[in-house]
């Protein structure tokens, strides 16, 4: 099975840039999804197919993926991005998710 | 705007089968296939598999094979998953959710969850 490793947690300063980043075998191959998760909410997509973002998400919100790094960047961090962060993809079929990143904004 | 909107709570005991809804509304309820993620407390998500609601077909995680049903209701554009013999460790939230794009896109859309506890 394919595995998808995050870092469990990180904080940002208010006003800087946090980059979460997610790692798999060769994911640069495979699109990358990511959501955003506020407690006691349903996730939220964030950006899809490694770095287009939908249409209710801020420019602020970026992604890239290369190698066996995908990356999540959010820029000018506020309060209100305080949230876990998962990435997603779909290998042979089977939707893959990561475990997740709680991003802690200072 | 598109809509998931899922039934309630339950409670079950060890050894059960629950079976949990998925109306939409707000586009053609043929157009997008439909998946289920569940969150186990405090942990992160999981796929669980997806339904075709215009044909029917379905794809299941090998984790789930031979305990999970996925079925719908075209009349009432409703999607169902039933798990059966339930352990405590299918504890979680349920949620159907859908990429707006191909079946294997992001998904663009999401239930509000259904909590499912399973305990003796």
């Known amino acids: 099975s394919y595995d998808l490793t995050q870092p469990l947690s990180m904080s940002v300063s208010l006003g800087q840039t946090a980059r979460i980043t997610c790692g798999g075998n060769?994911?640069?191959?495979?699109?990358v999804h990511w959501y955003r998760q506020k407690p006691g909410q349903a996730p939220v997509l964030v950006i899809f197919s490694d770095n287009n973002r939908p249409s209710w998400i801020p420019e602020r919100f970026s992604g890239s993926n290369s190698g066996n790094t995908a990356t999540l960047t959010i820029s000018r961090a506020q309060a209100g991005d305080e949230a876990d962060y998962y990435c997603?993809?779909?290998?042979?079929?089977?939707?893959?998710f990561g475990g997740g990143t709680k991003l802690t904004v200072l | 705007q598109v809509q998931l909107v899922q039934s309630g709570a339950e409670v079950k005991k060890p050894g059960a089968s629950v079976k949990v809804s998925c109306k939409a509304s707000?586009?053609?309820?043929?157009?997008?296939?439909i998946h289920w993620v569940r969150q186990a407390p405090g942990q992160g998500l999981q796929w669980m598999g997806w339904i075709n609601p215009n044909t029917g077909g379905t794809n299941y995680a090998r984790k789930f094979q031979g305990r999970v049903t996925m079925t719908r209701d075209t009349s009432i554009s409703t999607v169902y998953m039933e798990l059966f013999r339930l352990r405590s460790d299918d504890t979680a939230v349920y949620y159907c959710?859908?990429?707006?794009?191909?079946?294997?896109?992001?998904?663009?859309?999401w239930g509000q969850g259904t909590l499912v506890t399973v305990s003796s």
């Open positions: 959710a859908s990429p707006a794009t191909a079946v294997e896109g992001g998904f663009d859309f």
């Open positions: 707000g586009y053609s309820f043929t157009a997008y296939y």
């Open positions: 060769n994911i640069g191959s495979k699109n």
């Open positions: 997603q993809l779909w290998d042979s079929s089977t939707g893959v």
